[in-house]
């Protein structure tokens, strides 16, 4: 095992939420370690914005370099990326530059919490990558209210119907807020 390269792993230095990605949930070894978590450069070996970002300029994000953004980032390649959570790297940079990379941390700590939970409790095997893309794309006061959904649901259910009804309730959420999310992943 490698060292870990950076102290937050869960946010990647290009911004994009490594813990709300279901390869971060993956077991063997396609599992991803987050941003210059252990391991990192055997699975990444050519990430430039985490040499840039990390190994030159010592940052953990790159909302914290003087020049972002820089052309590593072309907004209408990253907004046309298939990968869904790519859409939320402006949006984190532009609130770690506002408020600070420890209070991004802590509110990626409720994603973080509110995904492990539905994961642990309501996967039904195919369900992860839909949890892991709206965990990382709801806003928090939708994710709360997701949670104290499944919080309340009937210990009766099946496991299926619980599933059921969480994907239904989020898919609810999503219409209320108009967000994009994939649902059949």
Known sequence: MTEQLKKYPVIAACGIDCALCPRFYTSGPSR?????????????????????????????????CREFPCIRFEPEKILRDSFVTHQKIFPNHEYIQKNGLPAFLERQEFRIRTLSFLLENFDDGRSKAFYCRNCAL??????????????????????????????????KAKDATETELIVNV
């Open 138 to 171: 709801l806003p928090l006061q939708q994710l709360a209210e997701i949670r104290d959904f499944a919080t309340g649901l009937p210990s009766s259910l099946t496991a299926k119907e619980k599933n059921k009804r969480i994907r239904s309730f989020i898919m």
């Open 32 to 64: 991803c370690p987050g941003c210059g978590g252990p391991d990192f450069k055997e699975k990444h070996p050519s990430c430039g914005i985490l040499n840039c970002c990390v190994l030159k300029q010592g940052l953990e994000v790159c909302a914290q």
